[in-house]
């Protein structure tokens, strides 16, 4: 397998989980800061020019982060990152989706209308930039809805730490980087972000 690795939050998801793991794969990094993912020779691995993309050792490519991640679950079972139950892989996916939909998808669309505006919209459509305030604040409330949920558990799903976590933990570090920092009163969310921030999967 050979991975193709990039900055940014979705490859650092795959990243990290390949890190916990344990696994050993090949990496290529791509320049996407120079725009190497959307010249041909990258777009001739991967059509849709994105990353984190997984090429698999029958030459078929992966190129979308939890399918990548579930691959790899689905390739080394040990140590369970989404469940070893389908009661466990059901709640892992089911917060997966919640951090996608609530954090993750306002947070980029909201950065790629501002600040990532000069970046993404020579190449693709994004949003206005009154709109872009408004996806920022989406992203903060799905992020204290999260810290009320959390409740008193140790990581995102209960006693285990999951893809849920590290998915998280990946865009709450680039919110950090771009100006959607964690709110100074999520006090459960600032709590587990150091547990994360403590694994040694989270020092790459």
């Given at each position: 397998m050979i991975l193709y690795d990039s900055v940014g939050p979705n490859p650092r998801v795959v990243s990290m989980f390949i890190a916990e793991k344990g696994m050993e794969i090949e990496r290529r990094s791509v320049d996407i800061m120079a725009g190497e993912n959307r010249q041909d020779a990258?777009?001739?691995?991967?059509?849709?020019?994105?990353?984190?993309?997984?090429?698999?050792?029958?030459?078929?490519?992966?190129?979308?982060?939890?399918?990548?991640?579930?691959?790899?679950?689905?390739?080394?079972?040990?140590?369970?990152?989404?469940?070893?139950?389908?009661?466990?892989?059901?709640?892992?996916?089911?917060?997966?989706?919640?951090?996608?939909?609530?954090?993750?998808?306002?947070?980029?669309?909201?950065?790629?209308?501002?600040?990532?505006?000069?970046?993404?919209?020579?190449?693709v459509r994004v949003v206005s930039s009154a709109a872009a305030p408004d996806l920022k604040e989406i992203a903060a409330d799905g992020l204290a809805w999260i810290d009320g949920e959390l409740g008193e558990r140790e990581w995102i799903v209960g006693d285990r730490f999951t893809l849920a976590d590290i998915l998280l933990f990946s865009f709450v570090e680039f919110g950090a980087l771009v100006g959607q920092p964690l709110r100074e009163d999520l006090h459960r969310l600032a709590a587990w972000r150091a547990r994360v921030a403590a694994r040694p999967s989270a020092q790459g």
């Open positions: 990258y777009r001739r691995v991967n059509p849709g020019g994105t990353t984190p993309a997984l090429e698999l050792d029958d030459g078929a490519m992966l190129s979308e982060t939890v399918a990548i991640c579930e691959y790899l679950e689905e390739k080394q079972p040990q140590p369970a990152l989404i469940g070893t139950t389908p009661e466990e892989r059901a709640h892992t996916r089911m917060w997966v989706r919640r951090i996608d939909l609530r954090v993750a998808e306002p947070m980029t669309t909201g950065f790629r209308g501002a600040e990532g505006r000069p970046m993404f919209e020579p190449r």
